[in-house]
């Protein structure tokens, strides 16, 4: 084959190298391991959850150590083991490659995934690199990266390689490409972020829908075969990822993740985090909305960056809406982007959501609306290139549309001065304001009523407008921020509009004077990818670092950052996300730390840090047992009983100490191991009416109530109960004597808890750990029995005769052997079906060398 002149490059290098240098530049500063991304609780949490699970001797399915205990499989809690790939990047960390390049790995596979995908439409190596680099460098991925969402943004990066062998099935069904698309959905759901998973499922859906829509139009005769072999994948896929899913499914029934209608999570909650119309400028204008943390002024809770894509990919992408061929990518680019851009509006579009969140299949078990923009930015990506290969095809044949396209964007973004974007900010701050001023004045008069009365003489409005002298400083100088950051934005963007005309007007003459070529047209397109790229790390700069207030370019900007932060209280230095590795994990064991590590090594119990300790699972990683703790789906019945910030649940609980204010206060919890002297059953089984008795603390601690008991269903022991009619309720009175007690607990393995004790007679133990039914087995003397849930939230065991027995109770759930059978199952199957394609491919080789 003869070699083009003007090929200048290797392809198979120089894309993956060219998107690899863009990720160094982006994250250069965590890329030699000595620092890394502490942007958020969720990362620091994961930490220390890992930290505890390599601490112990056997791997924790159950973990006790934060929330009173929680399955670690089922509830998601450190799954990383059950991505193979992560194996390779383990293998490779132990030669002395830093972790943070496991992420620079999957986003160069990305890279590499949106590039190919590109050239699989039939678009030129060059441009295919824009939307690649585009791809990688979204503050979107950024952001969530830097904030502590990788698993996130790693499940993401497979979406264009999904997408790919999608449409190659769609175009040549054949087994290869169904393996190939069910391997890369498997990888993609075992990295854990279900969510995104999710999503993926969704756009591989719309997008078939629309293919049969299409041939059903145009009365062709649909082609069952790409059908056919897109659910394989799909199921060969389902069953390959039972390994994780069979236990996260066998756990959300009973996690806050079902709380609401169908038992997911309940529409407000779920909708919190919606984007809005108005934000949609943040495509263009980042700083429109406030760019995020205590700048934003949208309409979610909070956010820590804008969902900006480049202004110059937005040029491309209208071009290719306005004038490209009407291809099935473009329909499926549009049609995605509409869909997932009203979706992703949430509470803000309610009635289109609601619909989705009613009907769609495990749709409810999602919240945050917004998450749903990535898919809106994916496509907005490829309609990219499409318009910038049509952009560049026109201009060689200077088509006066193109022209005027251009000529109009560049009017619209030197005339954007011309109104005031930041407005916008500025009424919801002040709205904000006033919400926060009103407020104060009703606490005020709330904590002093003699305020209202006319006849005490009182400065009132003076003593309110000197109160919140620093509220009005603080606004003041958001407002100014506001609109220097918009200023500095619309600077950028006629900058870029202006380079990208430049670019433009050297590729015409080039083209006029006849010396173009291929090499003069790729380097055009390689510097319109840089430009974009700056563009992004302009912003994705403010994101890694929101310390330096360098990065805002503009001195008034610079000056209103440093201002506006002065007057919050904060110094900058506290809002860097990039930290010292040794000196952020490594920080020595505090006083208080270190007290209750002593403590935990005499006796067994639980603590309850109010200092904040529990916020990041920090005491997890000491083997410390703690009341509380993070988790983004916590148990159902803990969080029930929590909430009702009873003392009786505290003490239930094991909770012997309380830290607040940096001291350790005693408390009388229960011990570990306790009996009952009264077991009552609710004949009612109203939990409403056991709360007023939780909450009022009238329960002695060692009265409890029999919860979930079934007598008639056969599946627990009988135990003889004296029914009173009167008030509706079964009790059984116990009686101890020197006869009854404890003589060992043993819970070192977090898997098996071993009680030695000795009964008088018929006793009922009390065992203060959170009762999860799926996979917790018991054995008295060897023999199984009952374990009953006592007070909604922990276990008992009832014991009918006297004598020295022995409780041993194990975690052994059957989910877990079934996940992990179906997945060797499916390995076995991929793997024969490979080797024998591989053997026919040989043959047919052989057999055609033979006949030469």
Known sequence: MKKNKYQLFNFSLFAPALILCCLMLTYFEALDGSQSYYGANDKYSAINVRAAIDASNDYPYWFPWMMGGIPSVH????????????????????????????????????????????????LSKFISILPAVGFICLPYMTGMLVHGHGSQVMTLCYLPWIFLFYLKI???????????????????LLRGHVQMAYYTWMVIGLVAIVDIIIDLIQRKKINLKWIYFSFLSLFLSIIA???????????????????????????????????SFPEILTFIIPSFSGFGDQTYWGTMPFTSFPQYMSFLILIFALYAILEAERTRIKLYSLICITFFLTLSMGKNFISFYTFFYDYLPLFSKFRNPAYLLII??????????????????????LKRRTFIFLGVSFLIVFLSPIIDFSKYGKKSYIDEKKSLINNYKENLIKSNPSLSDP?????????????????????????????????????????????????????????????????????????????????????????????????????????????????????????????????????????????????????????????????????????????????????????????????????????????????????????????????????????????????????????????????????????????????????????????????????????QINIELNTSGPQFVIISEVFYSPGWKATLNGNAVQIHEINDLIRGIYIKNKGRHFIDMTFEPSDLFWGKFCFILYVSFISILLFLGAKNKFSKKCLSLLKK
Not at 82 to 101: E, R, V
Not at 581 to 610: H, V, W
Request: charged share 20%; proline share 3%.
């Open 376 to 397: 809106v930015q994916f496509f907005t990506m490829i309609l990219a290139a499409l318009g910038l290969s049509k952009m560049l095809q026109e201009l060689k044949y």
């Open 241 to 275: 990822c039972l390994k994780l899913y069979l236990p996260i499914i066998s756990y959300l029934p009973m996690s806050t993740r079902s709380i609401g209608k169908e038992s997911g999570a309940g529409i407000e909650y779920a909708t919190d985090y919606s984007f």
């Open 455 to 751: 006849s005490v003489f009182f400065e009132y409005e003076s003593y309110i407008d000197e109160q919140i002298e620093p509220l009005n400083k603080v606004f003041d100088s958001k407002i100014k921020l506001g609109s220097d950051m918009v200023k500095t934005d619309i600077l950028v963007l006629r900058i870029l509009i202006s380079v990208l005309i430049l670019l433009i007007a050297v590729f015409i003459y080039t083209n006029k004077i006849k010396t173009i070529n291929r090499s003069n047209s790729s380097i055009i397109v390689l510097l319109i990818t840089s430009l974009v790229f700056i563009d992004l790390l302009i912003v994705n700069r403010k994101i890694t670092n929101p310390e330096k207030s360098s990065h805002l370019i503009r001195k008034s900007a610079i000056s209103s950052y440093e201002k506006f932060y002065a007057n919050l209280g904060l110094s900058l230095d506290q809002k860097a996300l990039i930290k010292n590795k040794k000196n952020y994990l490594g920080m020595p064991a505090t006083s208080i730390q270190n007290q209750i590590i002593k403590l935990n090594e005499k006796e067994i119990f639980r603590i309850l840090d109010l200092d904040g300790g529990s916020s990041s699972n920090v005491w997890a990683k000491f083997h410390v047992e703690d009341v509380s703790g993070y988790h983004p789906a916590k148990l159902k019945s803990y969080q029930k009983m929590m909430q009702l910030n009873s003392s009786f649940v505290l003490r239930m609980l094991n909770v012997k100490y309380i830290i607040q204010n940096d001291k350790i206060n005693p408390f009388d919890g229960e011990s570990r191991v306790f009996f009952a002297k009264t077991i009552y059953l609710d004949e009612t089984n109203s939990f409403k009416r056991r709360k007023n008795l939780y909450m009022s603390n009238s329960l002695p601690s060692d009265g409890s109530y029999l919860t979930n008991y079934n007598e008639s269903s056969g599946k627990f022991e009988k135990i003889d109960l004296i029914k009173d009619d009167s008030m509706n309720i079964s009790y059984k009175n116990f009686d101890q004597n020197v006869d009854d007690y404890i003589t060992d607990i043993n819970n070192s393995n977090p898997n």
């Open 170 to 188: 769609r175009g040549n069904p054949n087994l290869n490409h169904s393996l190939i698309l069910s391997i890369l959905l498997t990888l993609q």
């Open 75 to 122: 509830s998601a809690q450190n799954i990383s083991d059950f991505y193979p790939p992560n194996y390779l990047i383990k293998a490779l960390n132990s030669f002395g490659m830093p972790w943070f390049w496991n992420y620079i790995i999957h986003f160069l596979f990305a890279g590499i995934g949106v590039y190919s995908l590109c050239l699989y439409l039939k």
